[in-house]
Nanobody, 116 residues
Framework: QVQLVESGGGLVQPGGSLRLSCAASGFTFSTYGMSWYRQAPGKERELFASISKTGSSTNYADSVKGRFTVSRDNAKNTVYLQMNSLKPEETAVYYC?????????WGQGTQVTVSS
């Protein structure tokens, strides 16, 4: 059974940091690229970070470049998202996605709230 389980969300003050994790099981993690999306209330889901299956390549949306870092540990079947200098407008549900060939898997999401 394929599972992606995000964790690490919560309430953080503006300018603060959080580290999200996404633990994968039920598929060969090292053969899948991974991405992070977020969806704010009333808005569409937004892709903002991706990492290749080996971790050698990463891509970021301009809105997070220089503040967010995506990484992965294929030995632990886990992808991470380090988020620094968080802004209130980045309050959203954060999702991880696994993509490989024609298959795509999603996690259930974790809430991140940036507020004082």
């Amino acid at each position: 059974q394929v599972q992606l389980v995000e964790s690490g969300g919560g309430l953080v003050q503006p300018g603060g940091s959080l580290r999200l994790s996404c633990a994968a099981s039920g598929f060969t993690f090292s053969t899948y690229g991974m991405s992070w999306y977020r969806q704010a209330p009333g808005k569409e889901r937004e892709l903002f970070a991706s990492i290749s299956k080996t971790g050698s390549s990463t891509n970021y949306a301009d809105s997070v470049k220089g503040r967010f870092t995506v990484s992965r540990d294929n030995a632990k079947n886990t992808v991470y998202l380090q988020m620094n200098s968080l802004k209130p407008e980045e309050t959203a549900v954060y999702y991880c996605e696994a993509w490989g060939g024609l298959k795509v898997y999603w996690g259930q999401g974790t809430q991140v709230t940036v507020s004082s």
